[in-house]
Nanobody, 122 residues
Framework: QVQLVESGGGLVQAGGSLRVSCVASGSTFSINNMGWYRQAPGKQRELVAGIGSGGTTIYADSVKGRFTISRDNAKRTVYLQMTSLKPEDTAVYYC????????????????WGQGTQVTVSS
């Protein structure tokens, strides 16, 4: 089993920045890929970014150039640095582990965090 705990969400004005973190614990040796998803009210959960064990990254077109995913394997932590935030970035952001994350297709892993709320005011 893998446990994921997100932190770092909050309220920010449009144009601002925020970083969310996800700490993994448990049987993390089995996890290579990590991803961030988000779900806005009334919308489906969507992939925001993914990162492989070697650091390969992918991003949704809507966040490309504004968001950066990174990982610190020693700390078992994945980060999502968000800049130039827009009101449409408002959502609950979820950490996911063990999935397959591609630009045009993705399969979430079995492990999810509890989510952290990001609200961008206009």
């Amino acid at each position: 089993q893998v446990q994921l705990v997100e932190s770092g969400g909050g309220l920010v004005q449009a144009g601002g920045s925020l970083r969310v973190s996800c700490v993994a614990s448990g049987s993390t040796f089995s996890i290579n890929n990590m991803g961030w998803y988000r779900q806005a009210p009334g919308k489906q959960r969507e992939l925001v970014a993914g990162i492989g064990s070697g650091g390969t990254t992918i991003y949704a077109d809507s966040v490309k150039g504004r968001f950066t995913i990174s990982r610190d394997n020693a700390k078992r932590t994945v980060y999502l640095q968000m800049t130039s935030l827009k009101p449409e970035d408002t959502a609950v952001y979820y950490c996911n582990a063990g999935g397959s994350y591609g630009t045009y297709s993705h399969i979430p892993g079995d492990y999810w965090g509890q989510g952290t709320q990001v609200t961008v005011s206009s």
